[in-house]
C-alpha cells in the first residue's frame, strides 16, 4: 500500500502551556507512524537492526495549516516519496476533525552501522512510492548562519531521557530546546519550521544553545566542543 493511516489520542503531555501540540510531539507522531508503516514492508526498527541498519533524520519540515487548541484525537496520514540519491522523503498529513492541521516533510536515510555508511536506498524492495507528493518542492538545507554572529543562550546537557532506541538524541527533543530558550513568541502559533541534523548527540556531552533572531522567526544552533550538531528556525 502506498499509504498508511492511523488515529492516536493526544495525551495531556503532548501539548505546551497554551493547548497546542508541541513541535516535539508532531515529530513524535511523524516517528511511531512511520516506524508502524515501515514494518508493513519489512524494514521497520527490529527488521532493520537484525540486517545491520537503521533510520535516521536528516531534516524536517512542518507546515501549520491552521492553528487549533486542545484537539483530543487526530488523524494521520504517511507515505513515502521516489528517494534522491540516499535521501528517502516521507510526507506526513494530520487531521482533526477531517480539518488539515499539519503537513510535515521529513528526510529519512538509512544507515549501516556496521560499515558506518550511508546506505543505499535499494535495500528497500516492497515500498511503495506512487503516492501524490504532499508538496511540489524539494526542501534544502538551511543555510547555516556564521557563528560569531549568534548569541549563547544556555548550556544543555545530553541526559539519558534525551535518548532513544538507537542510542543518541532523539531528533523530537531538539524542539523541547527551542522551547526551553523562546518559550511560546508571547502565544503566537508558528507558520513552520525547519530543522537540520548534522550530527547525532549522545548521552553525557554539554550543548550550547545559540540564538539568531530575525523579523519573521528565530533561529537555534546546538553547538558541542565547537561542532555543530544542529540549528533550526522557527517562523511565526
Sequence with gaps: MNSYEKTYTITTNMNDKNDRLKPSSILDICQIIAGEHAETFNAGFLDFVNKGYYWVIVRNYVECVKDIK????VKVVTYPEKPRFVEMPRDTEIYYKDELVYKIRTIWMIFDFRNNSVADPSIVTDIDT???????TRFRRL??????KLTLE?????TFSYLDHNGHMNNTRYLDLYLDVFKDNQNKPFRNLQVEYSKQCYEGEMLELYSYKEEDGNYLFGYCNDELRFYMKVTY
Design 70 to 73: 486542545d484537539m483530543r484525537e
Design 154 to 158: 544556555r548550556k544543555q546537557e545530553v
Design 143 to 148: 543555510a547555516p548562519i556564521e557563528k560569531e
Design 130 to 136: 506512487s503516492h501524490e507528493p504532499l508538496f511540489n
